[in-house]
């Protein structure tokens, strides 16, 4: 049977990640990141939905959810719960590196491709380490003057000390304030000059202030270190040999692909990204991101409130003594790690309607279904 057809049925079912296809890779290597960049007049975009053109279910084979230590009635209870929320567009659950629970709400599909806003800062973050593996980056703790001089040329001695670890850390010490110095930076016709432009606000490296300006800088070092663009970059190094294909991605006046929001991606791929990360990196046998990044996704670099805590690009919790990772995108799109259950959980929701939109509380869901539906180990 169909692995959609069981979905439809059961409300719940098993699949195993398997070697990409080679169609599948084939056709996220060479993607057209011209077709499919964005038009650089908006900082954020209207976030529609886009079709994913290549059907993965051949990169999925289904089982059973007890297979893996799971109750399906408890895991089913709570995605049923979830889909009271009227934008929930997608729920995955993968155990033991397989697919045990996948869910589609309110017209979405497997092949639906959506706007996963800041939880590609945490994509951002493995493209950087795997730059610094290529050696196309000395090291995080170089300074982004090195890669990015022209925007320095009025700049004080202090900026010219900010590094890129400042920057993915949420550590620049540039002036902004999320969702709102986004609107003067895209009246600007040139978004990294404005952003570096912002004025210090702290000593680089002290104090924590969340800013897609920064991550968009590191988009603009990685653009110039590789000599590709970001979006190119991430296809041949990190997507490509996965099976994923972004369906859009924003681009700035000047070139530079859009660093940390504004990529496309289905459920499924963000499952994969996941699942990457809960595999210490590996995807296939091979080491596709360097274990100093998934080791960075779980260090603490800030304490943001009681409840959450930054690292590099992810974001970190406690839920019921259980330590978890995620990336998390505006609105409701979550990848969770928790490496102690060997889990990773998958939300995605409709933000292309803000008065839809209510960004779902995945810890609720680990904690009280997710959880309790683990039986064995």
């Not at 969770?336 to 960004?359: A, R, W």
């Amino acid at each position: 049977m169909p692995i959609l057809s069981l979905l439809a049925v059961a409300g719940c079912a098993e699949a195993s990640p398997s070697k990409p296809t080679a169609t599948g890779a084939a056709t996220a290597a060479t993607v057209d990141c011209g077709r499919i960049a964005g038009n650089g007049r908006t900082f954020y975009e209207s976030n529609p939905t886009y079709e994913d053109a290549v059907d993965d279910g051949a990169d999925w084979s289904p089982t059973a959810p007890e297979a893996q230590g799971m109750d399906s009635t408890k895991l089913r209870t709570g995605l049923t719960k979830l889909g009271d929320n009227s934008s929930l567009f997608s729920v995955l659950v993968i155990r033991h590196d397989r697919l045990v629970a996948e869910r589609y709400y309110h017209g979405s599909g497997a092949q639906r491709s959506n706007n996963v806003h800041s939880a590609s800062k945490s994509i951002l973050q493995a493209l950087v380490h795997i730059a610094v593996a290529k050696g196309d980056i000395g090291s995080l703790d170089d300074p982004v003057a090195d890669y990015l001089p022209e925007y320095f040329a009025n700049g004080s001695a202090d900026k010219k000390r900010i590094t890129i670890r400042h920057m993915l850390n949420m550590r620049s010490g540039l002036d902004w304030t999320e969702d709102s110095t986004e609107r003067q930076v895209e009246k600007t016709s040139n978004w990294v000059q404005a952003i570096l432009d912002r004025p210090l606000k702290s000593v680089p490296g002290t104090t924590y202030n969340y800013s897609s300006g920064n991550t968009h800088v590191v988009s603009a070092v990685l653009q110039k270190a590789t000599r590709m663009s970001t979006c190119q970059f991430a296809h041949q190094y990190l997507f490509g040999p996965m099976g994923i294909t972004a369906e859009h991605w924003g681009r700035d006046p000047q070139g530079i692909f859009s660093g940390g929001y504004n990529v496309y991606l289905t459920p499924r791929e963000m499952a994969k990204f996941g699942l990457l990360y809960l595999q210490d990196g590996k995807w296939a046998g091979r080491q596709l991101v360097p274990h100093d990044a998934v080791r960075a996704a779980q260090a603490r670099t800030a304490q943001v409130d009681d409840t959450f805590a930054y690292s590099e690009g992810w974001w970190m919790n406690t839920v019921s003594e259980r330590s978890t990772y995620f990336a998390w995108g505006y609105g409701g799109q979550f990848i969770y790690v928790i490496p102690s259950v060997d889990t990773v959980l998958v939300t995605s929701e409709n933000t292309g309607n803000s008065s839809v939109n209510k960004e779902i509380n995945p810890r609720e869901f680990i904690r009280d279904h997710l959880l309790p539906a683990i039986t064995g180990p």
